[in-house]
């Protein structure tokens, strides 16, 4: 006899058939070495329990299940699954027989469960509902499913009367003399149809406690709903009774004595923020959770976990993990990959003379000012539109504009750099994953939005001589407003973007998608890798603390070599146990077979560990394989610089962007650095800047109009219209449109022609827009 079959020798059962009480031996699956093994399982009061002996039951519990939140599910004749959050149960039965059995007392345990659940939760459910339209629609739906009971109980009986015949001819069959093989082959039958008749019985069983339940919890729906609209109605009659007493407040706290000016009103200031970049603060921590909770959106906690599981493998001492570490916003950048410095820059000179003196950057800006103001009158009319589109005053931006917010991407450009320094592509791959995470970590703290930028303004950042490279952004469409970068180093890349935001508001949070692929080729391998920006999340924007999340999937993939590596940025849950921010990728081969894992957060690190060994795990929570990975200990690629002294009160701006709005000499007329709003916001003078800003948005809305005018008086005036002439759309002075050969894709790549204009400081063809 085999296994299994000694396994159904011994198994007990100490309920009746149909019962959702029961007792056997089973068999589970435990790992890949040891397979299946036996296991004592108890079920009772809808859980189910296993012991590895019956005398365990008395001190130890392996494990258990609760049957209210489980799924069931039957594989093939003998097995059974059961999963219920993170943890999946697969078992074995000995025969069909005893796995229905059990199949049919775990249904029936956990509709008792659910039951119960139900009944303990619904405390009043004896309300009707509050519309006359709300019950005709509810007693329909009864209807029909009393209906459907109907024709069910209808089934029931003709299997029952069917049933009891069946066992009748059987009985009599049995009663025959046939050969013993015969006799048990009927009786293996008649078995089956006593379970069959249980069976249908606790279907209909369980029919009759679905219309009871859905006739309950109907009305606790009705009654939720109504009190969702009530609570919607509530808050919009309260946040606009804030505005007005903010408003008031602030009135009165300007209208008061001199003495008192440099007080902070003690009102409730409702905020709001449109960015067109990601930009984020700290989430809310969970002992900080307050009334307003209720309003904030969370995601939900993930059952999942991500799709690999990582095993630290001993290593030799070749392999032994560096000490060293990225250092702070200055200095050398070393990561765990090796131990050598930067390469000497190509524009040192080694011939004994004493290198030129590097330009001094500054290290601050202006303290922002503790300005104020009510927003209620823009806000509620705002919900929906896209904000690109919504004038916004200057006490919600930061003194940088959105090409200098991309521009600020560059700021661990090291990484780029020790990327071309490597031989191997996987490696390199790392490298720049790392560097494709490193941009969202400028943005923490930072929760004002950047201007807009105006049709054709362009921003350039030469620094060439401390870093290497040197960068290029003009605005190119308005509407969209999208943006055209282009950065050239000379340690050996090249990285293009074409980045076109889209951004909704939706009143409690707002949604950020960057649309457009972002390239990087390396001069001396060839390698061209592209990938795209993931969503953005601004959560309490009406009312809380401003928080940002990222979220979504990033595949960076190198088309010279298809390899790949797929990120995942984890959405933030209140309720989950991960880490916030968390993100994790595989880099593979073009062959898919993966190589490197990387982990760590989108504001703080990422590290890489590479693959020695994988293997199939068990399944998750929705029966899913997970890979187990078994890794060397893993190397410090990326760590984030801490901000400068006083960062607080400058924005929340890194050492890097706190320089990009310095004054510059010999930069283009429409460089950002000249825009009048910006610079006046920068200064603290923010009444100024405000007139300023709506100064140049007309002047760039009657450019508009002009030039829509011009190309519609040429289309009517049809008997002199010259088919030659062309009215276009805005054409950008410094990049055009390209089909890129790569992906296929139409985007706006830098033509040439401006570096060598400041070169010789033409910058006639510049637009007039400040």
């Not at 379970?195 to 069983?205: D, E, G, K, V, Y």
């Not at 282009?486 to 508001?505: C, D, N, P, Y």
């Not at 999340?537 to 999340?549: A, E, M, Q, S």
Request: aromatic share 8%.
């Amino acid at each position: 006899m085999s296994e299994l079959g000694k396994g159904s020798a011994s198994c007990s059962s100490s309920a009746a058939p149909g019962s959702d009480s029961h007792r056997g031996w089973l068999f589970k699956w435990t790992n890949y070495l040891k397979g299946y093994q036996r296991r004592w399982f108890v079920l009772s009061n809808g859980l189910l329990s296993y012991y590895r002996t019956q005398a365990e039951m008395a001190h130890t519990c392996r494990g258990t299940i609760n049957l209210a939140t489980a799924h069931i599910d039957t594989e093939d004749a003998c097995n059974i699954v059961l999963s219920s959050g993170g943890r999946t149960y697969h078992l074995k039965a000995s025969t069909e027989v005893e796995r229905q059995r059990w199949v049919t007392a775990l249904e029936l345990a956990k509709a008792k469960a659910i039951r119960m659940m139900n009944e303990q939760s619904d405390d009043s459910g004896d309300e009707e509902p509050t519309s006359q339209s709300e019950r005709t629609e509810l007693q329909g739906a009864l209807k029909i499913l009393v209906g459907k009971l109907d024709d069910l109980s209808t089934c029931n009986d003709l299997i029952a009367k069917h049933g009891a015949a069946l066992q009748r001819s059987l009985s009599e069959l049995e009663a025959l003399r046939v050969p013993l093989e015969g006799g048990e082959k009927i009786k293996a039958v008649n078995e089956r149809a006593t379970l069959f008749r249980i069976t249908s019985n606790a279907m209909i069983n369980a029919c009759r406690d679905f219309l009871h339940l859905a006739e309950t919890h109907s009305r606790r729906w009705q009654r939720a709903l109504q009190y969702e609209r009530e609570q919607r109605t509530h808050l919009e009659e309260t946040i606009e009774q804030l505005a007005k007493q903010h408003n008031s407040l602030e009135r009165a706290w300007r209208e008061a004595p001199t003495a008192t000016q440099g007080q902070t009103p003690g009102s409730c200031m409702l905020r709001f923020w449109a960015p067109l970049t990601p930009a984020c603060s700290e989430r809310p921590l969970k002992e900080e959770a307050s009334d307003e909770d209720e309003e904030t959106e969370y995601f939900d906690a993930m059952e999942d976990s991500p799709a690999f599981i990582t095993v630290t493998a001993s290593q030799s001492s070749q392999h032994r993990r560096s000490q060293s570490h990225l250092s702070g916003a200055s200095g050398s950048h070393a990561t765990d990959w090796n131990q050598e410095q930067h390469m000497t820059p190509p524009y040192n000179d080694l011939s004994g003379r004493e290198p030129p003196p590097r330009r001094q950057r500054r290290t601050r800006v202006p303290d922002k000012p503790n300005y104020s103001l009510n927003l209620w009158s823009i806000m509620k009319n705002c919900i929906g539109k896209e904000l690109s589109k919504i004038p916004m005053p200057v006490n919600f931006n930061e003194p940088l504009s959105m090409l200098q917010r991309l521009t600020e991407d560059l700021e661990y450009h090291e990484l780029l750099d020790k990327a071309a320094r490597c031989d191997s592509s996987l490696e390199q791959m790392c490298l720049v994953a790392a560097f494709s995470v490193s941009s969202y970590s400028t943005t923490v703290h930072r929760t004002a939005k950047p201007f807009n930028p105006l049709l054709g303004e362009t921003y350039e950042l030469d620094r060439r001589e401390d870093f290497g490279y040197r960068s290029l952004c003009e605005q190119v469409s308005h509407h969209p407003p999208a943006a055209a970068h282009h950065v050239i180093s000379q340690r050996g890349w090249t990285l293009w973007q074409e980045i076109t935001i889209a951004s909704k508001f939706r009143g409690k949070y707002l949604s950020i998608m960057p649309l457009g692929a972002i390239h990087l080729q390396f001069h001396s391998s060839g390698n061209h890798y592209v990938w795209r920006k993931v969503t953005s999340t601004v959560h309490n924007i009406i009312v809380g603390k401003l928080w940002i999340d990222q979220s979504g999937d990033i595949e960076i993939v190198n088309h010279r070599s298809q390899e790949t590596c797929q990120l995942k940025f984890s959405p933030y849950s209140y309720f989950s146990r991960d880490v916030p921010r968390k993100v994790t990728g595989v880099v593979a081969d073009g062959g898919r077979q993966a190589h490197y894992i990387l982990s760590g957060t989108w504001d703080d690190k990422m590290e890489s560990a590479k693959i020695v060994h994988s293997s199939r795990g068990g399944s998750g929570s929705e029966g899913k394989q997970k890979t187990v990975y078994q890794t060397l200990p893993p190397k410090l690629l990326w760590k984030k610089y801490s901000l400068p002294e006083n960062a607080e009160n400058m924005y929340h701006f890194s050492a890097l962007a706190l320089t990009l709005n310095e004054p510059e000499e010999g930069v283009a007329l429409s460089d950002s650095r000249l825009r009048p709003d910006q610079r006046l916001m920068e200064e603290g003078r923010w009444d100024e800047a405000n007139s300023e800003k709506q100064r140049l948005e007309e002047k760039q809305r009657a450019v508009r109009r002009r030039r829509e005018a011009e190309a519609s008086e040429a289309l009517d005036e049809e008997c002199d219209y010259d088919p030659g002439r062309e009215f276009e759309a805005y054409q950008p002075l410094w990049f055009q449109q390209r089909r890129n050969s790569v992906t296929g894709e139409t985007s706006f790549v830098y033509k040439g022609g401006y570096w060598e204009a400041k070169e010789r400081q033409d910058w006639g063809p510049c637009p007039d827009i400040f």
